[in-house]
């Protein structure tokens, strides 16, 4: 089974993790923004290669991956409908900064355009939502709570993003910066 994928995406850390603690071996292939819209369909990463029978078979988004690697462990890809919900916030949150940050490269800024300003809004509203959670303090951490996680070190390793106003946030990521799968795939 082989990941694509660069060190630094979140969509991507998530799925490391999950194989981390799946103990299932894997090939962390590093990709590039290039390759990857040579090699996937969707032009992004994650995606993930894997023989099945006498045919190679490919993942091409984090949540399908994810649901698999989970299956595979003989766990549940989200049981819990709130759970679920908190899983596809933070989804829209990372792809909302995300396309921002891209964005940005372009000299395509909130300043320029009404939709990027509502795009801009949308992060302060989510992270005010998700700061309302009750988070797990210690592992095991759900799936909506790492991809929370994945979310705010993303947009704080690439400062785009404060969390000194969201203290119950601050407190969740401080202790699964502390959980070994999390801290070891940190962005570098
Ligand atoms: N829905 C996708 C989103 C993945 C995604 O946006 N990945 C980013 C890297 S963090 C990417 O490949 N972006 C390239 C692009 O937007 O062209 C998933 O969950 O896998």
Redesign the pocket.
């Given at each position: 089974m082989e990941l694509y994928g660069s060190y630094t995406?979140?969509?991507?850390r998530h799925c490391r993790i999950a194989l981390l603690e799946s103990g299932m071996q894997f090939a962390f292939v590093e990709t590039d923004?290039t390759s990857?819209?040579k090699l996937s369909p969707t032009?992004?990463?994650?995606f993930l290669k894997y023989i099945e029978g006498d045919k190679e078979k490919m993942l091409t988004?984090?949540?399908a991956i994810l649901k698999s690697i989970r299956e595979q462990s003989g766990k549940v890809f989200f049981s819990d409908n709130d759970d679920f919900n908190n899983y596809c916030t933070a989804?829209t949150l990372l792809?909302t900064t995300?396309n921002l940050f891209?964005l940005e490269k372009e000299d395509l800024t909130p300043a320029k355009s009404p939709y990027l300003t509502r795009q801009q809004s949308r992060i302060a509203s989510g992270l005010a939502e998700l700061n309302k959670l009750t988070f797990s303090k210690t592992a095991l951490f759900t799936d909506s709570e790492l991809r929370i996680a994945c979310f705010l070190d993303w947009a704080l390793f690439r400062n785009r993003i404060t969390i000194d106003a969201y203290l119950n946030l601050k407190t969740f990521l401080d202790n699964v910066r502390n959980y070994p799968q999390f801290a070891s795939t940190a962005p570098k």
């Open positions: 995406s979140p969509f991507v923004a990857s819209a032009k992004k990463m994650p988004d984090s949540s989804n792809d995300i891209y």
